[in-house]
């Protein structure tokens, strides 16, 4: 069995590789690649193999974009965290997933489940329902912002509604997400990146470390040189101060 991985954390590679020497002796590795242009660039050349197994975040963006570059006609097995509906849709549709960290003996099932299904690929591309997912997953909803974020903590996951949000909170290279009832989480968006994501009706950046919400501002104070103070529920533990150049800005969206 020829096997592509597919992976941009480097421990993470390795245990799969190691796994899959275990459990299929015989299989050819290639790999890890770690970028979707390489990827890409990689599969435009060959497709030689028998099963990729597949990072859903890669090093330069969401391995969905590969999809959209070439048409990939290899069993594709994910290696990933993702949210609930979509690895519930990988699973229907006959597109297997594991959670990392990877074990052994899920690793096993999902080779299994590769052997069981793998009679159905005759004449057929095996991603055919992929590309139908991918499609859905991606047409745009009844709102453009950002509704939700799946927090990261340890082993497992968290939702948190963009509704529990009190504010986003730049400090010392990472941001910050704290919710109204002062769970703190880091999350790898900048705080540039979410302002362009998050609805402007409910969410306001007041300066270079802070985007409040609304519903999150208890008191605003007249602050000098022009400038406003404000005070949230709950207290970041820092002063949030309104700059001056974003003031009548501020007053009138809050007033709206």
Known sequence: MKILIV??????????????????????????????????????????????????????????????????????????????????AFSVNSIDYLLKPVNKEKLQESLEKYRKIKKHFAGENPNTQLYELINKLQAPTQSPFRDRFLINKGDAMIPVKAGEVAC???????????????????????LDELEAKLDPFLFFRVNRQFI?????????????????????????????????????????????
């Not at 400090?171 to 002062?182: A, M, P, R, S, Y």
């Open 212 to 256: 409040v919400a609304a519903d999150a501002i208890r008191k605003v104070h007249n602050y000098f040189n022009f400038k406003l103070k404000l005070e949230i529920i709950p207290d970041p533990g820092t002063e949030i101060i309104v700059s001056r150049a974003r003031t009548a800005e501020f007053k009138l969206w809050l007033s709206e």
């Open 168 to 190: 986003f909170f730049a400090q010392d290279k990472v941001v910050l997400l704290i919710t109204n009832d002062n769970k703190q989480f880091i999350i790898p968006q900048t």
């Open 7 to 88: 992976e941009d954390e480097e421990l993470a590679a390795q245990r799969m590789m190691q796994l899959l020497a275990e459990i299929e002796p015989g299989c050819t590795l290639s790999g890890p690649l770690d970028t979707v242009s390489s990827v890409v660039s990689h599969l435009k050349k060959s497709q030689d193999y028998d099963l990729i197994f597949l990072d859903i975040q890669l090093a330069d963006g969401k391995s969905f974009s590969i999809f959209e570059a070439l048409q990939v006609n290899i069993p594709v097995i994910f290696t990933t965290a993702f949210d609930e509906y979509a690895l519930k």
